[in-house]
């Protein structure tokens, strides 16, 4: 998987079937910016209750693969209870990541 900026987007190509058939599979991804200046926390759930999996740098750009309602948190784009997935079992509150809107940027997490 390479590394895109913000607004580029990654595709990832369907996967061959065992019978030679290809599956319909392609996804986009987007890479959206850290609020300037931040270290974020990034959890392993959708609640800064969860445990502490890892902190961003200042200046980093995270993929948003789902999102999910969890704790309602404060941060430099206003208020939110989105919380963004930017891997496996690591979410991120969508009030620190310019996404340029106040909802939902992709599907929500199964």
């Known amino acids: 998987m390479s590394v895109v900026g913000i607004g580029e987007v990654e595709d990832v190509e369907g ?5 030679g058939s290809q ?3 392609a996804t986009t991804v987007h890479y959206y910016s850290v609020a300037p200046g931040v270290q974020l926390h990034v959890r392993s759930g959708p609640g800064t209750n969860y445990s502490l999996v890892r902190t961003l740098a ?3 750009k995270v993929p948003i693969y789902c999102q999910t309602p ?11 209870k989105i919380w963004d997935n930017i891997g496996d079992g690591q979410y991120v509150s969508d009030a620190y ?5 106040d909802g939902y940027v992709t599907s929500r997490c199964s």
Do not use: C, F, I, R
Request: hydrophobic share 20%.
């Open 23 to 25: 599956t319909a599979t």
């Open 58 to 60: 200042e200046g980093a």
């Open 70 to 80: 969890g704790q309602t948190v404060t941060g430099p784009y206003g208020t939110s």
């Open 97 to 101: 990541v310019h996404t340029g809107v």
């Open 15 to 19: 996967v061959e079937g065992g019978d």
